[in-house]
């Protein structure tokens, strides 16, 4: 037995640094991610991630990323926002936790209704119905963006009563100026 050729010290020590064994798992949330093309989804993830803003490319069809934090790890699919593609998303609700919505709040009035058309339609699918929904407003660093008070503009109000609605500005969350002003509905 080797344990009689070192002091008690030694086996102390030795157990205390290398027999803990593993640290615990951190639980995983599946979410999806989904908007338009041009609301910030990729930036946002990518941001989360740690990754250099200058190497973001759209997403064209889909997307997955592991997004650690210190209690959990998020496990996000990311699900491009082209008119042919966003025909597909259902596909990939099957098993998410969360949805994050990202909207362009700058975008012009069709991208708008458009962007209000999918989230109504995701609000009310049978695999998201249920569950906690994100609303992101990004591009509030813009002239043309819409204010909290403008909320209405996506018809939340009518829809969310339980809801927060959270404006984030990418931009400024890219420069670690994170730009948050939640209304609660």
């Known amino acids: 037995h080797l344990k009689e050729h070192f002091p008690p010290f030694f086996w102390q ?7 803990k064994g593993p640290p615990p798992a951190r639980p995983e949330y599946d979410l999806v991610c989904i908007g338009l ?6 930036s946002l993830l990518s ?11 759209s997403t064209t ?5 592991a997004v650690p934090f210190q ?26 936790q969360g949805v994050i919505f990202v909207l362009d709040s700058a975008s ?19 695999q998201l119905c249920t569950l906690p929904f ?21 018809g939340l109000k009518r829809i969310l009563n339980l809801f927060s609605f959270l404006f984030v500005s990418i931009l400024n969350l890219l420069f670690s100026k994170l730009l948050l002003v939640m209304e609660f509905a």
């Open 13 to 19: 020590c030795f157990r205390a640094l290398c027999c």
């Open 108 to 126: 012009s009035e069709d991208d708008l209704e458009a962007a209000r058309n999918e989230l109504h339609s995701a609000l009310q699918h049978p």
């Open 71 to 96: 209690n959990a790890i998020l496990n996000v699919k990311e699900l491009g926002g082209a008119d042919n593609i966003r025909k597909y998303w259902s596909r990939y609700y099957q098993g998410s």
């Open 134 to 154: 994100l609303i992101l407003a990004n591009h509030q660093d813009k002239p043309a963006a819409r204010s909290v008070q403008e909320s209405e503009i996506i």
């Open 61 to 65: 069809g889909f997307s997955i990323k």
């Open 47 to 57: 941001k989360l991630c740690s990754e250099s803003p200058e190497n973001v490319v």
């Open 37 to 42: 093309t041009g609301s910030g989804k990729t």
